[in-house]
Nanobody, 115 residues
Framework: QVQVVESGGGLVQAGGSLRLSCAAS????????MGWYRQAPGKQRESVAV???????NYADSVKGRFTISRDNAKNTVYLQMNSLKPEDTAVYYC?????????WGQGTQVTVSS
């Protein structure tokens, strides 16, 4: 079993920054993909940013140029640096890991951006 724990959410004013962290632990074989997703009230969960074990990244158009995903493979940890935050970034942010095809989710961390 793999445990995924996020941290770093909170309340910030528009234009501010936050850094989310996510650590995976447990019976890990080889995490090939880690990513951040978010779900706003009344909306479906959407992909924000993902990163492969090789460092390739992909971002949602809405966050390109503002968010940066990074990863520490040795620690099975992924980060999301969020700059120039907007009220529409308000959501619960979830971390996901893909361990040789098995997908695990964290419990989520709330990010609230006030205008």
């Amino acid at each position: 079993q793999v445990q995924v724990v996020e941290s770093g959410g909170g309340l910030v004013q528009a234009g501010g920054s936050l850094r989310l962290s996510c650590a995976a632990s447990g019976s890990i074989f080889s995490i090939i993909l880690m990513g951040w997703y978010r779900q706003a009230p009344g909306k479906q969960r959407e992909s924000v940013a993902v990163i492969t074990s090789g460092g390739s990244t992909n971002y949602a158009d809405s966050v390109k140029g503002r968010f940066t995903i990074s990863r520490d493979n040795a620690k099975n940890t992924v980060y999301l640096q969020m700059n120039s935050l907007k009220p529409e970034d308000t959501a619960v942010y979830y971390c996901s890991t893909n361990d040789l095809g098995k997908v695990y989710w964290g419990q989520g961390t709330q990010v609230t951006v006030s205008s």
